[in-house]
């Protein structure tokens, strides 16, 4: 394919796009998944980073590897760039696509195992993840029909800075908040977003902030080489004479979705940037959540990441 109109053209029932393919080939071996067709994109024209007053745009084909380390990403937003460089292995950042990053899977073991029950594979056949292992599962926003979390980084990033998706699709253009793209599993897991039938990603715009450069992303993982988070925050503060003006402050491996937290944000909003603070406005960040057998660790461990972000920023 060489233009999105081709693309769309070729897509019909059951396909899927192929751009970086580090989700879809993995999950097409596994028989996790089985698209009916496979439409090739990668040479498809939706590269490209760039800036200006208003923000910044990525192309939904960039590579997460170059994006880490564009300069207009580095420097301007370094939590978007540590979410980056602390995802995956070199090897897949340097094939997987920002595109693909927003829209890969979940790793829970269940839906990863055609052989056992799940909601979000098989819809109405139940989740096992419930009362089984749950060890790094979602504690909010989840239901009784699933528990999974979302493993995207960037994502977290992402949402902490209000980016916005362009979509391409047979009736058009369209923009959204990457916030409202993502459903919560409620009865329906298997609906994970608001992409239509056949449409396209083709980019992502991150709104003008200049204090993004007071940020920074920060993952708890069981090994420090290729794993998924069990906590991680993403925050940024505008910080005047000591006192916090503005705070962005979002979560994930503890949601069934990149997990935004404004009454954190609104907790710390005019108070001194110390450490007082910091442990006043976490008391209430896990309110909501519903811990798991395995997995009561997560609230306390949640606001403890936050906790250490705000420490890093404080210096």
């Known amino acids: 394919m060489r233009s999105v109109g081709e693309a769309l053209g070729q897509a019909r029932d059951g396909s899927a796009y192929l751009a970086g393919g ?6 097409m071996k596994l028989e996790v998944v089985t698209p009916a067709h496979v439409v090739d994109i990668t040479a498809v024209p939706l590269r490209g980073i760039r800036a200006d007053a208003t923000g910044l745009f990525i192309g939904a084909t960039e590579r997460m590897a ?44 269940y839906f990863r195992d055609p052989a056992t029950a799940c909601n979000k594979r098989s819809p109405g056949s139940g989740c096992p993840a ?15 029909a699933c528990v999974a979390t979302h493993p995207s980084d ?14 391409r699709g047979t009736d058009g253009e369209r923009t959204l908040r990457l916030a409202d793209f993502y459903r919560l599993p409620g009865s329906t897991p298997h609906l994970e977003n ?7 990603i083709t980019g992502v715009t991150v709104p003008a902030l200049p204090w993004a450069r007071t940020s920074v992303y920060l993952k708890v ?17 505008n910080v005047t004479n000591g006192v916090i003006g503005e705070a962005r402050v979002a979560a994930g491996g503890v949601g069934t979705k ?22 006043a406005a976490v008391a209430h960040a896990a309110d909501g959540a519903r811990p798991l057998s395995h997995n009561a660790f997560k609230p306390a461990l949640l606001r403890r990441t936050i906790i250490r972000a705000l420490v890093h920023l404080a210096g």
């Open 221 to 237: 993982r069981d090994r420090q080489s290729y794993e998924f988070a069990l906590c991680s925050a993403a925050v940024a503060v």
């Open 154 to 167: 960037m994502a977290v990033a992402l949402i902490a800075l209000d980016a916005r998706l362009s979509l």
């Open 66 to 109: 170059d994006v880490a380390g564009h300069d207009l990403v580095a420097g301007p937003y370094p939590m978007l760039a540590e979410a980056l460089r602390q995802s995956a292995s070199p090897q897949i950042r340097n094939m997987a696509t920002i595109g693909g990053n927003l829209l890969q899977r979940t790793r829970c073991g």
């Open 194 to 200: 608001e992409l239509r039938p056949s449409e396209l």
């Open 258 to 279: 990149p997990w935004r937290l404004p009454g954190v944000e609104r907790a710390l909003k005019g108070r001194p940037m110390r450490l007082q603070t910091f442990e």
């Open 130 to 144: 419930v009362g089984g292992h749950n060890r790094s599962h979602a504690i909010l926003g989840t239901s009784d």
């Open 22 to 27: 580090t989700t879809l080939v993995d999950l």
